[in-house]
């Protein structure tokens, strides 16, 4: 079973407000990755990380999300200011590699109002 | 750029039938395939991977063959069972430092 935590597992905002979750990865995977899940069940890749680095992010996470991974303390995504469009389960996932095989959290799932 | 194409949508199967989830890709660079299964209200897990060329895997009944020659990593079981109704994705990964892709995913549906 994967030891990836990820809190809250729900999380509630308006429109406008800020919206974090956090991501405990598993022990030795330096590799974090985040999803954004759609209700189609789509994955659409968001940000990853190699220890406290930036590998890889889209355009809307450069602009509208914050997210960091720093040493001895949980990952974090934070939306800056949510719109119902961000409604969403976001999944983490930590990897030994940045192209081995993930393991996922249960995700958080955010609901815009 | 890289991809990955998942062409079915929604399986529905009796129980005890068998089934192929098709999975084609793109890539440059040398791949690594992944299925993961995806049970309702649950996360993501690792089904099968792999990155050698016409060599089979198998995990838990289901199985694969990556074949680069067509660009293909079809998932199949002889034989479902009711407990195998979830989504599953395809995903691709390479060694040139780019992120894990996922296909759309393919819903199986197992009916008695």
């Known amino acids: 079973n994967s030891k990836v935590i990820q809190t809250p597992r729900y999380l509630v905002k308006g429109q406008g407000q800020k919206a974090k979750m956090r991501c405990i990865p598993e022990?030795?995977?330096?590799?974090v990755f985040w999803y954004q899940q759609n209700k189609n069940n789509e994955f659409k890749f968001l940000i990853n990380f190699q220890n406290q680095e930036v590998l890889q992010q889209i355009d809307m996470t450069e602009k509208r999300f914050s997210a960091e991974c720093p040493s001895n303390s949980p990952c974090s995504l934070e939306i800056q200011s949510s719109e119902a469009g961000d409604s969403a389960l976001y999944l983490c996932?930590?990897?030994?590699?940045?192209?081995?095989?993930?393991?996922f959290g249960p995700g958080t799932r955010l609901t815009v109002l | 750029g890289d991809s990955v194409t998942q062409t079915e949508g929604l399986v529905t199967l009796t129980k005890g039938l068998p089934v192929m989830l098709n999975c084609t890709y793109q890539?440059?660079?040398?791949?690594?395939l992944f299925w993961y299964v995806q049970h309702l209200n649950e996360a993501p897990k690792l089904l099968l991977k792999?990155?050698?060329?016409?060599k089979r895997t198998e995990h838990q009944g289901f199985y694969a063959t990556l074949h680069k020659s067509s660009s293909s990593f079809h998932l199949q079981k002889s034989s479902v069972q009711l407990s195998d109704s979830a989504l599953y994705f395809c995903a691709l990964s390479e060694n040139s430092g780019t992120y894990q892709r996922f296909g759309t995913g393919t819903k199986l549906q197992v009916v008695p």
């Open positions: 792999s990155s050698t060329d016409n």
């Open positions: 890539t440059t660079y040398s791949p690594f």
């Open positions: 022990k030795g995977h330096p590799v």
């Open positions: 996932a930590s990897s030994p590699d940045n192209y081995a095989e993930q393991f």
